[in-house]
């Protein structure tokens, strides 16, 4: 995903009058094109119908990319793409956007993402205080979690292919990995 040539800081008002798919983190535009591997859409297909599954008619809702969020409402200078997320206050799902941090936020890092997710967005997300952020790695087929804990993010657990990923923010979330991780 290329970062815009332009040194001006962007808001979000801004971003959203250009043609494509953009985040914004922290003022800098980055085009989310080109279009996600196979392997990546296939994970995360597999994830947004396990956690779609999960949720059902409940209070929750799951998005997937493209999907704009705006973290805070009071930052005019981010805006991100997570791959999925899950809102369960339905007030911060607007007409254009949501405005406001999900509970859950999973990415799923490409070779042209992957600092950006583990270092700009890692960040981000843990400022915000989304409860729980997944990074899942479908070529080694493992998806760490990190639970927001006073604060900070921790590093909770590393799941593999063979395992049941086990939420630590909802507790009776359970995901076997092997069928999102299946040839």
């Known amino acids: 995903m290329a970062q815009s040539s332009s040194d001006h800081r962007m808001t979000v008002a801004e971003i959203s009058e250009r043609d494509?798919?953009?985040?914004?983190?922290?003022?800098?535009?980055?085009n989310m094109t080109p279009a996600p591997s196979p392997l990546h859409q296939r994970v995360v297909g597999e994830l947004f119908?396990?956690?779609?599954?999960?949720?059902?008619?409940?209070?929750?809702?799951?998005?997937?990319?493209?999907f704009d969020v705006q973290l805070d409402e009071t930052d005019p200078y981010t805006l991100v793409q997570?791959?999925?997320?899950?809102?369960?206050?339905?007030?911060?799902?607007?007409?254009k956007r949501a405005i406001g941090a999900p509970e859950l936020v999973v990415e799923v890092p490409s070779p042209a993402t992957a600092l950006r997710d583990r270092n700009h967005k890692f960040n981000l997300y843990e400022r915000t205080a989304i409860s729980e952020y997944w990074l899942v790695d479908p070529v080694n087929k493992t998806i760490e979690v990190y639970g927001l804990a006073?604060?900070?993010?921790?590093k909770r657990a590393v799941f593999g292919k063979e395992d049941s990923l086990?939420?630590?923010?909802?507790r009776n979330l359970a995901i076997d990995l092997d069928a999102v991780f299946s040839d």
Not at 20 to 30: A, F, H, V
Not at 51 to 60: E, I, N, P, T, V
């Open 20 to 30: 494509g798919y953009w985040e914004l983190i922290d003022g800098t535009p980055y």
């Open 150 to 154: 006073e604060g900070r993010y921790r």
């Open 49 to 66: 119908f396990s956690l779609r599954s999960h949720y059902g008619k409940g209070d929750c809702s799951v998005y997937m990319a493209p």
């Open 166 to 170: 086990t939420s630590f923010h909802f």
């Open 82 to 95: 997570p791959d999925i997320s899950v809102f369960c206050n339905q007030d911060r799902i607007g007409d």
